[in-house]
């Protein structure tokens, strides 16, 4: 399953963070560290505007060594160097987005671009442990297109997922005995979910199908996920399906459906239907790889995507491999039959909030 390197978390922090603190070295050799403006210089590397009379500024003319922090865990150590004018040039609207409140010290000669080049970077996981990390790591890794929306995410899809999130633990993530999930971490890979079992309380990874390379490819992956975990096997004593509302989930938008509507019926005409050109892909892929498996299903004991007649479940790049023992009932006594997913009209692409029966 895959999830960020240490490189992509050091970058993705390093883009989406707007101060750092900066530490300089003093005349008897001592450390000074003060908040101060940053932004990514486009390479990996943090650049700062400072007043010429600041201490920083007076200090670095004279000994270049310096270390940026940036959050709870990335240190950037290095040497800074002044930014050259054009380049201050190119990075000048980049700053002024993201600081809007420093146009006037920007614009004036007072200030000064300095740029930390870095030679080495620390990342400190959530144990606690020291991940040393090249500069060319750092400088070739891409920013999550998701980091910058993190926390409003993780607010807006504990809304919206109800009781989707704890099946996807269990039957995505295979954690069969959880009894309890809470969404905290959302990244361009998967979901961060921590969950309580009998065992005690830890955290799991649900992943997307495949990696997101923008924001608006949310709605599709997550329609992907809540339609895998409907179609698989339950997480209870006997392992028996959860009896789930019978609408099929959709990848329109799931984040922008109307407030407050969980309806089952096509009562939107008009659907807004997210930007990004291939949102629609993932879950379209899914579609086609149910119905393959639900056609070879009768032929064949093998695993197949959504086997809910062998109880077994598998998605690749989804959540894994999930199993349970067969049961001994028919189908149709057993598990709400799965219909054919056949292609979505427009009043039936509203989003998760019109999923479930009336």
């Given at each position: 399953?895959?999830?960020?390197?240490?490189?992509?978390?050091?970058?993705?922090?390093?883009?989406?963070?707007?101060?750092?603190?900066?530490?300089?070295?003093?005349?008897?050799?001592?450390?000074?560290?003060?908040?101060?403006?940053?932004?990514?210089?486009?390479?990996?590397?943090?650049?700062?505007?400072?007043?010429?009379?600041?201490?920083?500024?007076?200090?670095?003319?004279?000994d270049q060594?310096?270390?940026?922090?940036?959050?709870?865990?990335?240190l950037l150590?290095?040497?800074?160097?002044?930014?050259?004018?054009?380049?201050?040039?190119?990075?000048?609207?980049?700053?002024?987005?993201?600081?809007?409140?420093?146009?006037?010290?920007?614009?004036?000669?007072?200030?000064?671009?300095?740029?930390?080049?870095?030679?080495?970077?620390?990342?400190?996981?959530?144990?606690?442990?020291?991940?040393?990390?090249?500069?060319?790591?750092?400088?070739?890794?891409?920013?999550?297109?998701?980091?910058?929306?993190?926390?409003?995410?993780?607010?807006?899809?504990?809304?919206?997922?109800?009781?989707?999130?704890?099946?996807?633990?269990?039957?995505?993530?295979?954690?069969?005995?959880?009894?309890?999930?809470?969404?905290?971490?959302?990244?361009?890979?998967?979901?961060?979910?921590?969950?309580?079992?009998?065992?005690?309380?830890?955290?799991?990874?649900?992943?997307?199908?495949?990696?997101?390379?923008?924001?608006?490819?949310?709605?599709?992956?997550?329609?992907?996920?809540?339609?895998?975990?409907?179609?698989?096997?339950?997480?209870?004593?006997?392992?028996?399906?959860?009896?789930?509302?019978?609408?099929?989930?959709?990848?329109?938008?799931?984040?922008?459906?109307?407030?407050?509507?969980?309806?089952?019926?096509?009562?939107?005409?008009?659907?807004?239907?997210?930007?990004?050109?291939?949102?629609?892909?993932?879950?379209?892929?899914?579609?086609?790889?149910?119905?393959?498996?639900?056609?070879?299903?009768?032929?064949?004991?093998?695993?197949?995507?959504?086997?809910?007649?062998?109880?077994?479940?598998?998605?690749?790049?989804?959540?894994?491999?999930?199993?349970?023992?067969?049961?001994?009932?028919?189908?149709?006594?057993?598990?709400?039959?799965?219909?054919?997913?056949?292609?979505?009209g427009v009043?039936?692409?509203?989003?998760?909030?019109?999923?479930?029966?009336?």
């Open positions: 399953m895959s999830e960020p390197s240490w490189a992509e978390r050091a970058r993705t922090t390093l883009t989406h963070s707007p101060v750092g603190h900066l530490a300089t070295i003093d005349v008897d050799g001592r450390p000074v560290v003060a908040p101060v403006p940053i932004i990514d210089d486009g390479a990996g590397a943090p650049v700062t505007v400072l007043s010429n009379l600041s201490t920083h500024i007076q200090r670095g003319r004279q060594r310096g270390a940026i922090s940036i959050g709870e865990r990335l150590q290095g040497d800074f160097r002044p930014v050259p004018g054009l380049q201050q040039i190119a990075m000048q609207p980049e700053f002024l987005a993201r600081h809007p409140h420093l146009e006037v010290q920007v614009e004036s000669l007072d200030f000064s671009w300095m740029r930390l080049e870095v030679t080495r970077a620390r990342w400190t996981d959530d144990t606690g442990t020291e991940r040393w990390l090249r500069p060319e790591d750092i400088a070739g890794a891409e920013p999550d297109p998701l980091g910058a929306h993190a926390p409003r995410l993780v607010v807006e899809l504990t809304e919206r997922l109800d009781d989707d999130l704890l099946l996807m633990v269990r039957g995505l993530a295979g954690h069969w005995l959880a009894s309890r999930a809470e969404l905290v971490h959302v990244d361009r890979y998967g979901l961060v979910v921590n969950f309580s079992e009998p065992a005690g309380t830890r955290l799991t990874r649900v992943g997307f199908p495949v990696r997101l390379d923008h924001v608006d490819d949310l709605h599709a992956a997550m329609a992907a996920l809540v339609a895998a975990a409907n179609a698989s096997p339950s997480a209870d004593g006997n392992h028996e399906r959860i009896e789930r509302r019978s609408a099929p989930a959709t990848p329109s938008s799931f984040l922008d459906g109307p407030e407050g509507d969980r309806g089952s019926r096509p009562d939107v005409d008009a659907v807004d239907r997210p930007r990004h050109r291939n949102s629609y892909s993932l879950f379209d892929a899914l579609e086609r790889a149910g119905r393959e498996a639900r056609a070879l299903g009768t032929e064949h004991d093998g695993d197949g995507l959504f086997g809910i007649e062998h109880e077994v479940t598998e998605v690749e790049g989804v959540g894994g491999r999930c199993e349970s023992e067969e049961s001994e009932l028919p189908l149709d006594e057993h598990v709400e039959p799965v219909g054919e997913l056949a292609e979505a009043g039936e692409r509203e989003g998760f909030a019109h999923r479930y029966s009336a």
